[in-house]
């Protein structure tokens, strides 16, 4: 499920030039090819629209990209263009627009040949279009810089990832297994405000549904899930063990499926060992992360959308809370009962039965690991006062995972906040940063503000 950014990409030129010097447009051929390649390489879908000159040209690329439903729009000067030949037309696409502010040569120094400035001068023509667009209320991004000598189209791409992010978020359909945890307030928001302020639908189930997809999970089904988890995994749980939590994982996985579903949640204490349904899913949490379907615990599918959303975009994300805080280390702990995305697992993970304390299921068997080194940034999604959200969004370092073997059993990882702990639990609760959150591997920190911008979400940064 997981989900390549589509973009329209729309090259920019001035009609003037083809009258007056009609060869000069093949000399851009090269150029425009290796931009396109190189959005693709960063894990774009590219939709090209041909090089756009004047009004209608404009309008057919727009309506283009509307019959191929990208998730945004990059532009692409190639020369001077007026931008009153296409501002017009991008008010008519309301999806988030980008401009990739670059040029065919490195260097333009005193050496240059005067022939050269036919093929570098565009940036004016991005500031006659981007000043206009300003005036007219249409918002854009900008990535600057030289092909080969910068990460301008990585930017560009974490810009789309953004835009792509956003619109999933805010397209999420949500399962729910049973109520919301009792008493669990701080991700708890009613349905009709999910869907009216992010877009995010729930439908909510009891275990007889659970039961029910389960029924129709054949034997040979759960012999093939077996095979491949003992590929993928250190399998360590016994065979019973095993076999149980991959029937009621391929049930939730049917249901999923079958409704069409881009996140969901369960709460533990609606499963009572009624309907079949013996054990929890928390095999299907953790996989299903890896495919793109996003999960929060204990009823909360506002988190699970948008770890959806963002694993589908941008990849490497987990569900995951703050347990606890190593004052000494200046780091927190994080875990929970048994979900995590084996995507962000550093080594190979481990399948284990975990001892289950609630009364009426059996022990379930749970996937493991530690999570890779290196940066990352903790996201929370933190519902405020007057039915407003905000993006929580705190750079971290994840250290090197434990070398205790009675660990091993457990969903576990290190981060240390860029703030130091003791002014990230401050700030993070002063912006009302709920207990369940994402962990985004990677340096996203730009592309994952310009997801809340998208979002309509207002973000906060602890560093």
Same mark, same amino acid.
């Given at each position: ?43 774009l879908?590219?939709?090209s ?9 404009f ?23 007026p931008s009153?030949?296409s501002?017009a ?13 670059t ?29 206009m ?12 810089g ?27 359909r ?7 945890f ?28 659970l039961?029910? =997809?389960? %029924?129709? +999970?054949?034997? &040979?089904? *759960?012999?093939?899930? !077996? /095979?491949?988890? @003992?590929e993928?995994?250190?399998?360590? =749980?016994? %065979?019973? +063990?095993?076999? &149980?939590? *991959?029937?009621?994982? !391929? /049930?939730?996985? @049917? ?31 953790s ?12 009823g ?9 959303a ?17 004052w ?24 284990v ?13 749970v996937?493991?690991?530690?999570l890779k ?8 999604l ?17 250290l ?20 130091g ?9 002063r ?33």
């Amino acid at each position: 499920m997981k989900t390549r950014p589509k973009v329209g990409f729309l090259p920019l030129y001035l009609k003037l030039y083809d009258d007056a010097l009609p060869e000069r447009r093949a000399g851009f051929k090269a150029f425009l090819e290796s931009i396109e390649r190189g959005l693709g390489s960063c894990g774009l879908d590219v939709v090209s629209a041909p090089v756009c000159r004047i009004k209608p040209e404009f309008e057919r690329a727009v309506n283009q990209f509307r019959k191929a439903d990208v998730d945004c729009m990059i532009t692409l000067h190639l020369a001077y263009s007026p931008s009153l030949e296409s501002v017009a037309a991008m008010a008519k696409l309301d999806v988030p627009l980008i401009i990739l502010d670059t040029t065919m040569d490195l260097s333009f120094d005193q050496k240059v040949h005067p022939d050269r400035i036919m093929y570098n001068h565009g940036v004016h023509g991005v500031m006659d279009f981007a000043s206009m667009l300003r005036r007219n209320g249409r918002p854009f991004s900008i990535v600057a810089g030289h092909l080969g000598n910068s990460d301008v189209l990585e930017r560009a791409a974490e810009q789309a990832r953004a835009a792509c992010a956003a619109r999933q978020l805010k397209t999420t359909r949500a399962l729910r297994i049973g109520e919301s945890f009792k008493g669990m307030g701080d991700f708890a928001v009613p349905e009709t405000v999910m869907r009216q302020q992010l877009g995010i639908t729930v439908k909510q189930v009891g275990v007889a549904e659970l039961g029910k =997809a389960m %029924r129709a +999970v054949s034997s &040979r089904d *759960v012999s093939a899930e !077996l /095979g491949r988890d @003992r590929e993928r995994y250190r399998v360590m =749980a016994d %065979r019973s +063990v095993h076999e &149980r939590s *991959v029937l009621v994982s !391929l /049930g939730l996985r @049917r249901l999923l499926e079958d409704g069409g579903y881009g996140a969901f949640s369960m709460n533990f204490l609606a499963f009572n060992g009624s309907h079949g349904v013996d054990t929890l899913p928390f095999l299907e949490a953790s996989k299903g992360m890896e495919r793109g379907i996003g999960y929060g615990g204990e009823g909360d599918v506002l988190t699970a959308a948008m770890v959806g959303a963002l694993q589908r975009s941008f990849g490497s994300t987990t569900f995951t809370e703050v347990f606890c805080p190593d004052w000494k280390g200046d780091s927190v702990f994080l875990s929970h009962m048994g979900e995590i995305n084996p995507a962000v697992a550093e080594g190979r993970p481990v399948l284990v039965e975990k001892p289950f304390l609630f009364p009426g299921t059996k022990n379930p068997a749970v996937i493991t690991c530690g999570l890779k080194k290196g940066p990352a940034v903790f996201v929370n999604l933190a519902p405020g006062p007057g039915n407003t959200f905000g993006l929580v969004l705190v750079p971290v370092t994840v250290l090197a995972d434990t070398r205790r073997k009675d660990m091993e059993s457990v969903v576990r990882g290190w981060i240390r906040p860029k703030s130091g702990v003791v002014r990230f639990l401050e700030e993070y609760s002063r912006h009302g940063g709920t207990h369940h959150s994402a962990l985004v591997l990677g340096n996203r920190l730009e592309g994952l503000l310009a997801f809340a911008n998208h979002a309509g979400l207002k973000p906060v940064v602890i560093k």
